[in-house]
C-alpha cells in the first residue's frame, strides 16, 4: 500500500504561469517533507523541504505547502520556467530519523511550454 | 563539501552475466547510504539501505546484494542478472536529518 502518493503523473503548464503539484501521505507520524526534482539520467536534486511546524516554507519561485489535517502537501511554481520541467517527487519522513525513513511518491512530470 | 560519485553512467549486460555498481562518498564520515531504482512508472525504490561498515538492511526481495566494505563505500552487485533488473540506479547518502543527496545515476539496461 502506497504511503505516499503524488496521483498526477503528469503537468502541462505555460510558461509564466502557475505549476501546481500535489502529494497526500497516509501516516501522521511523518514530520519532515520534501520536493525533489529530477531531470532525466540524473540524480535527483534537492528543491525545498517543510517540517510539521510550519504550513509553507517559500524559497524564491518555489513555495511548498503543508496541510497536517489533510496529510497533503503541494509545491507551487510560480512563474513556472521552461528549465522547471522535470519530474518531481515528493518525499517524507521524520525529522532527525535515521536509515531509510525517506518515502517517496512516484513522482509527477512537469512539462513548461513556451 | 560532500560529494557523491556513482560509477558507471550507463551499463548494458547480457542476462545472466554479473553486476558491480559502485558508489563513494566524500566529506563526510559515517554517512547512511542508499541504493534506490527508478522503473518505468515505480517511482523510487528503495533497494538497500546501511548504517554502518557490513550493515546492510534489504527493503525489496529481489536478485541484488548490497555490501559496504567501508565506510564511505556502497556496492550493488548480481550474481545473475535479469531482464526485470533494468533501470535506472541511485546511490544516495545521508546524515539522517536534513534528507538525501542522490548520485547522478546509473542506466542499467539488461539484454
Known amino acids: 500500500d502506497q504511503q505516499v502518493k503524488q496521483n498526477s503523473p503528469s503537468l502541462s503548464v505555460q510558461e509564466g504561469r502557475i505549476s501546481i503539484l500535489n502529494c497526500d501521505y497516509t501516516?501522521?507520524?511523518?514530520?519532515?517533507f520534501l520536493w525533489y526534482k529530477k531531470y532525466p539520467a540524473e540524480g535527483p536534486t534537492f528543491l525545498i523541504s517543510?517540517?510539521?511546524?510550519?504550513d509553507k516554507n517559500e524559497d524564491g519561485r518555489f513555495t511548498v505547502f503543508l496541510n497536517k489535517s489533510a496529510k497533503h502537501l503541494s509545491l507551487h511554481i510560480v512563474p513556472s520556467q521552461p528549465g522547471d520541467s522535470a519530474v518531481y517527487f515528493c518525499?517524507?519522513?521524520?525529522?532527525?530519523?535515521?536509515?531509510?525513513?525517506?518515502?517517496f511518491g512516484k513522482g509527477t512530470k512537469l512539462s513548461v511550454k513556451p | 563539501s560532500q560529494t557523491i560519485h556513482q560509477w558507471p553512467a550507463t551499463l548494458v549486460q547480457p542476462v545472466g552475466s554479473p553486476l558491480s555498481l559502485e558508489c563513494t562518498v566524500e566529506?563526510?564520515?559515517?554517512?547512511?547510504l542508499y541504493w534506490y531504482r527508478q522503473a518505468a512508472g515505480r517511482g523510487l525504490q528503495l533497494l538497500f539501505y546501511?548504517?554502518?561498515?557490513?550493515?546492510i538492511s534489504s527493503e525489496v526481495p529481489q536478485n541484488l546484494s548490497a555490501s559496504r566494505p567501508q565506510d564511505r563505500q556502497f556496492i550493488l552487485s548480481s550474481k545473475k542478472l535479469l531482464l526485470s533488473d533494468s533501470g535506472f540506479y541511485l546511490c544516495?547518502?545521508?546524515?539522517?536529518?536534513?534528507?538525501?543527496?542522490f548520485g547522478s545515476g546509473t542506466r542499467l539496461t539488461v539484454v
Open positions: 546501511s548504517v554502518g561498515i557490513g550493515q
Open positions: 544516495a547518502w545521508s546524515a539522517g536529518t536534513y534528507g538525501y543527496t
Open positions: 518525499a517524507v519522513g521524520n525529522y532527525g530519523g535515521s536509515q531509510g525513513n525517506l518515502i
Open positions: 517543510i517540517s510539521s511546524i510550519k
Open positions: 501516516n501522521s507520524m511523518f514530520d519532515y
Open positions: 566529506g563526510t564520515s559515517n554517512p547512511n
